[in-house]
């Protein structure tokens, strides 16, 4: 298993550009998060989906957008990037989030706003 | 909602000392604690757990307390490596509840040096 995949891993944006941060997991999960990770501030939850065709805003939602066609993929889009978005963001799944199992990372994206 | 708080946001030991990292947490209904260790540059990784109603869990040289009276929890490595080196986040959620209410809620993690 490949486990949680994200891709890019790196990204300079400008300011106003869009783009999508992708997100794959092989572990047939029905759980599925995003995360934003900004120096000595912990992680924050942007979004989070419970299977295929459901979503729901984090802590963090502004600026962000998800889908979630397939139990497999769940990915982020910023539609008019901001220096405020510069940031890590790491994708997790988990098999069912309600219960005690873990939850697993991907690799992260490191994206930067110019 | 849930609040986690963490100290110390740096600490500093020697190779063969104990490291201690605690946590606050706000809801008394939170039932879960994990606890994730992130290397330089890697992801965030599970290192321990423990749920609400167990007082201490042990995996060799890593322990968790809780104290959910004081809603407290806190992380003890014993005899540290180099390799220990990283950041330690914790975090709470409330498992069982449904919907939001079992995402987790992170500290702002701990950044833990071990001096050879």
Known sequence: NAGVTQTPKFRILKIGQSMTLQCAQDMNHNYMYWYRQDPGMGLKLIYYSVGAGITDKGEVPNGYNVSRSTTEDFPLRLELAAPSQTSVYFCASTIAGDIYNEQFFGPGTRLTVL | ?116
């Open chain 2, 1 to 116: 909602g849930e609040n986690v708080e963490q100290h110390p946001s740096t600490l500093s030991v020697q190779e063969g000392d104990s490291a201690v990292i605690k946590c606050t947490y706000s809801d008394s209904a939170s039932n879960y604690f994990p606890w994730y260790k992130q290397e330089l540059g890697k992801r965030p990784q599970l290192i321990i757990d423990i749920r609400s109603n167990v007082g201490e869990k042990k995996d060799q040289r890593i322990a968790v307390t809780l104290n959910k009276t004081a809603k407290h929890f806190s992380l003890h490595i014993t005899e540290t490596q180099p390799e220990d080196s990283a950041v330690y986040f914790c975090a709470a959620s409330k498992r069982g509840y449904g919907g939001s209410q079992g995402n987790l809620i992170f500290g702002k993690g701990t950044k833990l040096s071990v001096k050879p």
